[in-house]
């Protein structure tokens, strides 16, 4: 296998992937009870030395269910009939994962509501406030 080229910067070497096939559901015929085009890679996050720990961070909150206890991120894809088709569109997958995670998140910054927004919401409180009053039953004394 090659290594995975994420960056210019980042590749990710073959010796943290490991992948199997399976044999797919879906359509497919006769074919799909013969032949194992279902592709299952994992990249081994927890192991690898191509990644700063921020990244790893970042990519362990993407991954989400995909992630194992082992630290392994399992991907798996079924998209085609063909076994090498489906092994490059896990690995595009991957890269895809990796390349959102290299991108720091921007710090959010707090904001204050402005003096205007606060006097819509307070106005209308008041005509809801109204409404409601409205909607009340005369009492005995009227």
Same mark, same amino acid.
């Given at each position: 296998?090659?290594? @995975?080229?994420?960056?210019? =910067?980042? #590749? +990710?070497?073959?010796? %943290?992937?490991?992948?199997?096939?399976? *044999? &797919?559901?879906?359509?497919?015929?006769?074919?799909?009870?013969?032949?194992?085009?279902?592709?299952? @890679?994992?990249?081994?996050? =927890?192991? #690898? +030395?191509?990644?700063? %720990?921020?990244?790893?961070?970042?990519? *362990? &909150?993407?991954?989400?269910?995909?992630?194992?206890?082992?630290?392994?991120?399992?991907?798996?894809?079924?998209?085609?009939?063909?076994?090498?088709?489906?092994?490059?569109?896990?690995?595009?997958?991957?890269?895809?994962?990796?390349?959102?995670?290299?991108?720091?998140?921007?710090?959010?910054?707090?904001?204050?509501?402005?003096?205007?927004?606060?006097?819509?919401?307070?106005?209308?409180?008041?005509?809801?406030?109204?409404?409601?009053?409205?909607?009340?039953?005369?009492?005995?004394?009227?």
């Amino acid at each position: 296998m090659d290594p @995975l080229v994420v960056t210019a =910067a980042v #590749t +990710l070497p073959p010796s %943290d992937f490991t992948w199997s096939a399976a *044999r &797919a559901s879906g359509p497919g015929g006769q074919n799909v009870n013969k032949v194992a085009s279902k592709v299952e @890679l994992r990249f081994d996050l =927890a192991g #690898t +030395l191509a990644l700063t %720990d921020e990244v790893k961070v970042r990519v *362990r &909150a993407l991954a989400g269910s995909r992630l194992d206890a082992d630290g392994q991120v399992r991907i798996v894809s079924q998209a085609t009939r063909d076994q090498s088709r489906n092994l490059d569109d896990a690995r595009d997958k991957l890269r895809l994962l990796v390349l959102e995670a290299l991108t720091p998140p921007k710090p959010r910054r707090p904001t204050k509501p402005t003096r205007a927004s606060k006097a819509r919401r307070l106005t209308e409180k008041h005509h809801v406030a109204e409404r409601k009053k409205g909607r009340t039953k005369g009492s005995a004394d009227e």
